[in-house]
């Protein structure tokens, strides 16, 4: 039987993901700089193959998946929109994604102290989704 923990980790870790990787397609499209396309291509992957763990997860449980909360990806969305109107280079791009991978970072972090009758299993996704923002985080610092 799995954790009450365990199912409210794992939906919040596939809301985190499900969030990236609208992020990414959305930012995707103003990427001028080859490099930072393939970067965020290979991000949008990894972010796609944790989704991927994290709901056949859910499944194995008969549990639905659960997306990002609707007004906070509505307000992130306009949010992004005005600010690559105003600005569309790469610069602007890796700062938008530094902030989306630092506020999945804190956010996780804290579900995962939230949470700690969750399974090792739904913990180490998780950790796996901190440690993805993580590096994605430092990759795009070059873009700064």
Known sequence: ????????????CDAGCKMATDSIAQVEKYAEKEALKK??????????????????????????EQGPDKLASAFAWITTEMKLLMKDNSHQIAKIMMDGCN?????????????????????SLAKKLVETEEMFMKELKKFL
């Open 1 to 12: 039987m799995m954790s009450e923990d365990t199912i409210k980790l794992l939906k919040e």
């Open 39 to 64: 970067l965020l291509d290979q991000y949008q992957k990894k972010h796609e193959k944790l989704k991927e763990e994290i709901t056949e997860q859910l499944q194995k449980f008969q549990k639905e």
């Open 103 to 123: 506020m999945g970072i804190q956010s996780v972090s804290e579900y995962l102290n939230q949470y700690p009758q969750a399974s090792q299993e739904s913990k």
